[in-house]
């Protein structure tokens, strides 16, 4: 049984590191999908989660619903993500995450990236119950699941590291997006 478990929203000055700590700890790999504005005086933590094996991947520049922008502005909130992250990786950007999951399939098209969305969703993000998400997580994740979690809250960080080790000894496989997309 494998899954993949994916970052939103960072990264965050005081919550990435700690859950890079907590991955490296258990030798699982990520996906963390940043958003382009915050990397600037966080660029230390890129290069930290490219180091470790994580896939980056780009969240917009401003966190924009794509499809509520003009073509043009729609590109240029991916491209300046891209370059923000290539200029620390070296290395092209593979995955978008479209926030809200607003994608226009004419962008596909424009943009030569795989759009990520998600099959697990616990809504860390509106709430500070930690048991809540992680709960959520064990009632939803099945063989081939993608979580999404947002590296941003630190009960997010938390719930992300208690699931892993619960879906651990459940027989999970944590793997990489290629991997799993792969699959
Ligand atoms: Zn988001």
Known sequence: ????????????????????DGLKERNVPAAFFVVGENIEGNEDIIRRMHDEGHIIGNHTFTHVELDKLSENAALTEVSKTNA???????????????????????????????PVFWSVDPKDWCTDNVSVSVSRVMEQTKDGDIILFHDIYDTSVTAALEVIDRLQTRGYRFVTLDDLLIE
């Open 1 to 20: 049984k494998t899954v993949a478990i994916t970052f939103d929203d960072g990264p965050g000055r005081n919550t990435t590191p700690e859950l890079l």
């Open 84 to 114: 923000a992250i290539e200029k620390i990786t070296g290395e092209k950007v593979k995955y978008i995450r479209p926030p809200c999951g607003s994608w226009d399939e004419e962008l596909y098209y424009k943009i030569d990236m795989t």
